[in-house]
């Protein structure tokens, strides 16, 4: 079954996203302190009231939701065109044709895998780009 094309499609560059989410969860957890990164309940990071209004509007803004108007911080899915590793400086690049929240999914996965490397003091924003299950 063909993707609805209609209205406004984002256009995402997967890599430098996915890098750009890594190194916010990196810098967010770079404080924590806990003996393993196993031991940090994440869920208590989001459900607090930064991740709410802050980093979740961003990770949306950066996987491509519209905004849908005054305070709505991104919310609004469509269809994305996300341009594939390696072929960022291509014209035209290649791209696949998504949904945001699966982009978002794989920018959360970023975040997360950044976070955990803070806490255990390590820094390859690599290792989220090869996680990408596109």
């Known amino acids: 079954m063909p993707m609805d ?4 499609i984002a256009v995402v560059r997967i890599a430098y996203a996915t890098e ?33 209004n802050v980093i979740a509007p961003k990770l949306r803004a950066m ?6 108007g005054r305070g709505s911080s991104h919310t609004e899915e469509r269809q ?7 072929c960022e400086e291509d014209t035209p690049a290649e791209a696949d ?3 945001a929240r699966y982009l978002y ?5 970023a975040y997360r895998m950044g976070a955990l490397d803070a806490v255990e ?4 924003p690599d290792a989220a780009f090869y996680g990408l299950s596109l």
């Open 97 to 99: 044709l998504l949904d």
């Open 63 to 68: 996987a491509g939701y519209g905004h849908s």
């Open 80 to 86: 994305v065109a996300a341009i594939l590793p390696g």
């Open 121 to 124: 003091d390590t820094y390859d």
């Open 105 to 109: 999914d794989e920018l959360f996965d």
């Open 20 to 52: 750009e989410a890594y190194s916010m969860g990196h810098g967010e957890f770079s404080d924590v302190e806990a003996e393993e990164a196993e031991e940090i309940d994440f869920s208590l990071f989001t459900d607090s009231a930064r991740w709410i």
């Open 5 to 8: 094309t209609e209205g406004e």
